[in-house]
Structure formats: structure tokens, C-alpha cells
């Protein structure tokens, strides 16, 4: 456990946090004009290990060696030049501090970040933090790497848990949810809608998938998670014979095939680490890894029954109770990856230096027409 201290008067900034793994979702952004929740569990933390927010960077002025070296190895319409190692917490886990309300950046429904830390420590006015909660972006705080200390506290800490100690207690993140738009003159309402989460998990799991295929087709499993790949698998990469198979596999699950070629598994929410077969002495260790969110992975793995919905009947009046009118089943529209997180990740693989997949990064937005893949920011 840690709290992190002010590094220019050392007063505490934190509620006592442990640390856990980055969410794929972290950087997301969701739509349009969407309230999205906090990010983060109170009382962890995350460190992100790249740059990211202001002062931002073109990619003429950057160059390809430059970004090599960064971990990028395809162009992007520019990359951030702050100090890696941003520690993201929930908004509630702050303390002693007070916001900036000149640095409000080009917020729409709330802060956005863009104009670098608008949080500041309460007892000496140095800049620590940046608070965003604007719509469509995950409510954080982010905690300036070289404005603040990691201090360890004395409060016991048993370290992570063992993958079946994880299964045991893991929970699935449905891939359903209601998300609530922002207030407007008509009122707020909230729309039934697959998850920013599963999107977020699948744009990082397709780029991922597209380097396993070598070019290939690919197959994944009948049901939900042909609903979320195959669609965009179809669409990016050619038809015919010979393609590579993707199946679930992981933590308690049975051994995979010796004919399956990916492998789609879990990360543990606390390290990071990808379930790795060779670990569990599985068959599958020349199997490509394909990383998805344990709550992601568990539903795939245990899908639960859709949730029942009446057949007659509503609210009575003066009854504010939400389990009267329940949403559908299902959103009324095909699943779509989130260009953001996929191109976020498939640039940061060695082998989108291929040409075919550079190719698809340069024409992905035949795709998003075809409602396969969710429009990045901007584009």
C-alpha cells in the first residue's frame, strides 16, 4: 500500500492505494456527449508507463527513429511529450488538494485535461494533478510523476493473487450496459448499449489478432465472441482456405488443442501478467497470446442469462425505482471495436511494419462505415 505525498512540501495527496494494472480503457473515448463513470476502484492505482497528455507532438516533427525507440513503429498523428509514469486514481481516493479553474482546457461538459494539471496541493499551490470528468472521457484523476512521491504506508499487503485465487473471486463484466447521455434541455436518459469496456478490450485484442493471423483468415467460436471479432476479422483480413483458429483458453478452463493456433486469455487485473500457458504446463505453448480484461474473458468463458424483460406493464407513478424498466436484451446495433484502443495497441507491435498491416491502418475507415470498427477521436 502507498500514499503519494506533494514532492514540493511533502504533504499527503492520497487516500492509502494499492497498485493494479492500467485498464485497457483507460485513455477511451466514448462517444458523444456520454457520461462515462469513474475509471479506477477506489483505493488502487495505476501507472500508466508512456507519456501521455500535453505538451503533444506531431509525427513530422518526431520521425520514425525517435518513435522506435518509444515503442512505436508506424506513423500517428502525434505523440505526447510529457513525463511517462502518469499514476491514475479515483477521484475520491484525492486529498489536500483544490482544482484550477483557469486550467479548465477545452472542456465541453466538464475538464478535459487539455491544458496540462488543474489540480493543485492545497498547502503549498504546486500543481499535482489533472482532473477530468468531461463527457465521453472515463472520470480520473491523474497524478503528475514529477509532482509527486510514492510513500509506502504500514498497512500489510499480501500481494496478488494467485490465478485460482483470482478465479475464485473474479467477476465478469457484462457486455451490456445502460449509458446515460449528458444533461440537455430534454433531460438526460440513458441509452441500452454494448460496453465501452468490451470495446476498449476488443480494439487492443483485434490488433493483436491481426498480427497472429500473419495474414491469414482467422476463426473464432460460435455465439458471443463471433459477435464481437468475427465481424471485423471477416472485413480486414482475406478469405480462404487455411485459416488460423482463435479459442478461449486460460485459468480452469480445459486444455486447448493441439490445432488451436491463438489463444485468447485472461490478464490478471493486479500485475498486468497475460495467462500464459507454459506456466500451467498446457498444451498451446507455441500458440499465439491474445490479452483480454479477466471480466471480459469471464463472460465469454460463463456467459449469464440475458436479463428478463416484462412483457406489460411500467412504473406506477411517483415510483422512481429503475428495475421497473429494464432495459433490452441486447443494443439495436452490431458490436463495434474501438479504433482508438486497437490502433493505440497495433502501432506498439513490432509487425505492423508489414506492409498489409500498415495498409490497414491507412484504410480503416471503410470499416468504421461498415459500423465493424468505432470511430477514433477526431477522425
Same mark, same amino acid.
Given at each position: 500500500? +502507498?500514499?503519494?505525498?506533494?514532492?514540493?512540501?511533502?504533504?499527503?495527496?492520497?487516500?492509502?492505494?494499492?497498485?493494479?494494472?492500467?485498464?485497457? *480503457?483507460?485513455?477511451?473515448?466514448?462517444?458523444?456527449?456520454?457520461?462515462?463513470?469513474?475509471?479506477?476502484? @477506489?483505493?488502487?492505482?495505476?501507472?500508466?508507463?508512456?507519456? %501521455?497528455?500535453?505538451?503533444?507532438?506531431?509525427?513530422?516533427?518526431?520521425?520514425?527513429?525517435?518513435? $522506435?525507440?518509444?515503442?512505436?513503429? #508506424?506513423? $500517428?498523428?502525434?505523440?505526447?511529450?510529457? &513525463?511517462?509514469?502518469?499514476?491514475?486514481?479515483?477521484?475520491?481516493?484525492?486529498?489536500?488538494?483544490?482544482?484550477?479553474?483557469?486550467?479548465?482546457?477545452?472542456?465541453?461538459?466538464?475538464?478535459?485535461?487539455?491544458?496540462?494539471?488543474?489540480?493543485?496541493?492545497?498547502?503549498?499551490?504546486?500543481?499535482?494533478?489533472?482532473?477530468?470528468?468531461?463527457?465521453?472521457?472515463?472520470?480520473?484523476?491523474?497524478?503528475?510523476?514529477?509532482?509527486?512521491?510514492?510513500?509506502?504506508?504500514?498497512? #500489510?499487503?499480501?500481494?496478488?493473487?494467485?490465478?485460482?485465487?483470482?478465479?475464485?473471486?473474479?467477476?465478469?463484466?457484462?457486455?451490456?450496459?445502460?449509458?446515460?447521455?449528458?444533461?440537455?434541455?430534454?433531460?438526460?436518459?440513458?441509452? %441500452?448499449?454494448?460496453?465501452?469496456?468490451?470495446? #476498449?478490450?476488443?480494439?487492443?485484442?483485434?490488433?493483436?489478432?491481426?498480427?497472429? @493471423?500473419?495474414?491469414?483468415?482467422? /476463426?473464432?467460436?460460435?455465439?458471443?465472441?463471433?459477435?464481437? +471479432?468475427?465481424?471485423?476479422?471477416?472485413?480486414?483480413?482475406?478469405?480462404?482456405?487455411?485459416?488460423?483458429?482463435?479459442?478461449?483458453?486460460?485459468?480452469?478452463?480445459?486444455?486447448?488443442?493441439?490445432?488451436?493456433?491463438?489463444?485468447?486469455?485472461? /490478464?490478471?487485473?493486479?500485475?498486468?501478467?497475460?495467462?500464459?500457458?507454459?506456466?500451467?504446463? &498446457?498444451?498451446?505453448?507455441?500458440?499465439?497470446?491474445?490479452?483480454?480484461?479477466?471480466?471480459? %474473458?469471464? %463472460?465469454? $468463458?460463463?456467459?449469464?442469462?440475458?436479463?428478463?424483460?416484462?412483457?406489460?406493464?411500467?412504473?406506477?407513478?411517483?415510483?422512481?425505482?429503475?428495475?421497473?424498466?429494464?432495459?433490452?436484451?441486447?443494443?439495436? *446495433?452490431? +458490436?463495434?471495436?474501438? #479504433?482508438?484502443?486497437?490502433?493505440?495497441?497495433?502501432?506498439?507491435?513490432?509487425?505492423?511494419?508489414?506492409?498489409?498491416?500498415?495498409?490497414?491502418?491507412?484504410?480503416?475507415?471503410?470499416?468504421?462505415?461498415?459500423?465493424? $470498427?468505432?470511430?477514433?477521436?477526431?477522425?
Amino acid at each position: 500500500m +502507498f500514499v503519494f505525498v506533494c514532492a514540493g512540501c511533502g504533504a499527503e495527496l492520497t487516500a492509502s492505494l494499492s497498485q493494479v494494472a492500467l485498464p485497457a *480503457h483507460a485513455h477511451q473515448k466514448y462517444g458523444n456527449g456520454l457520461q462515462l463513470p469513474v475509471l479506477m476502484e @477506489s483505493g488502487t492505482f495505476a501507472v500508466d508507463p508512456e507519456p %501521455w497528455g500535453p505538451p503533444w507532438r506531431r509525427w513530422e516533427e518526431i520521425g520514425p527513429d525517435e518513435a $522506435v525507440a518509444r515503442g512505436v513503429h #508506424a506513423p $500517428v498523428y502525434a505523440l505526447s511529450d510529457g &513525463a511517462p509514469g502518469a499514476i491514475v486514481i479515483a477521484p475520491g481516493d484525492t486529498r489536500d488538494t483544490r482544482l484550477i479553474p483557469e486550467r479548465r482546457g477545452g472542456a465541453c461538459c466538464g475538464l478535459d485535461g487539455a491544458d496540462g494539471p488543474n489540480m493543485a496541493c492545497e498547502a503549498c499551490g504546486l500543481p499535482v494533478a489533472t482532473r477530468i470528468d468531461d463527457c465521453s472521457l472515463w472520470q480520473a484523476v491523474w497524478l503528475a510523476p514529477d509532482r509527486v512521491r510514492r510513500l509506502p504506508v504500514d498497512i #500489510a499487503d499480501t500481494g496478488p493473487l494467485s490465478w485460482a485465487e483470482l478465479m475464485a473471486v473474479a467477476k465478469g463484466t457484462p457486455p451490456f450496459e445502460p449509458v446515460t447521455t449528458w444533461g440537455s434541455p430534454a433531460g438526460s436518459h440513458r441509452l %441500452w448499449s454494448w460496453s465501452p469496456q468490451w470495446e #476498449a478490450a476488443a480494439g487492443r485484442a483485434l490488433a493483436h489478432l491481426l498480427v497472429a @493471423s500473419e495474414g491469414r483468415p482467422v /476463426t473464432v467460436p460460435d455465439g458471443l465472441i463471433g459477435d464481437v +471479432f468475427q465481424g471485423a476479422i471477416d472485413d480486414l483480413l482475406p478469405a480462404g482456405p487455411s485459416a488460423r483458429r482463435a479459442v478461449l483458453a486460460g485459468p480452469g478452463r480445459p486444455a486447448p488443442d493441439e490445432g488451436a493456433d491463438i489463444l485468447l486469455v485472461p /490478464t490478471h487485473p493486479q500485475t498486468g501478467q497475460v495467462w500464459d500457458p507454459a506456466d500451467s504446463e &498446457a498444451p498451446g505453448a507455441s500458440a499465439y497470446l491474445v490479452p483480454l480484461p479477466v471480466g471480459v %474473458w469471464l %463472460w465469454l $468463458v460463463s456467459p449469464e442469462p440475458d436479463l428478463p424483460v416484462p412483457r406489460s406493464g411500467g412504473r406506477p407513478d411517483g415510483v422512481l425505482r429503475d428495475d421497473f424498466d429494464p432495459p433490452t436484451s441486447r443494443p439495436d *446495433h452490431v +458490436f463495434r471495436v474501438d #479504433a482508438g484502443a486497437f490502433r493505440h495497441t497495433l502501432v506498439r507491435l513490432p509487425a505492423v511494419r508489414s506492409s498489409w498491416l500498415l495498409k490497414i491502418l491507412e484504410d480503416h475507415t471503410p470499416h468504421m462505415r461498415a459500423g465493424l $470498427v468505432r470511430p477514433a477521436p477526431g477522425s
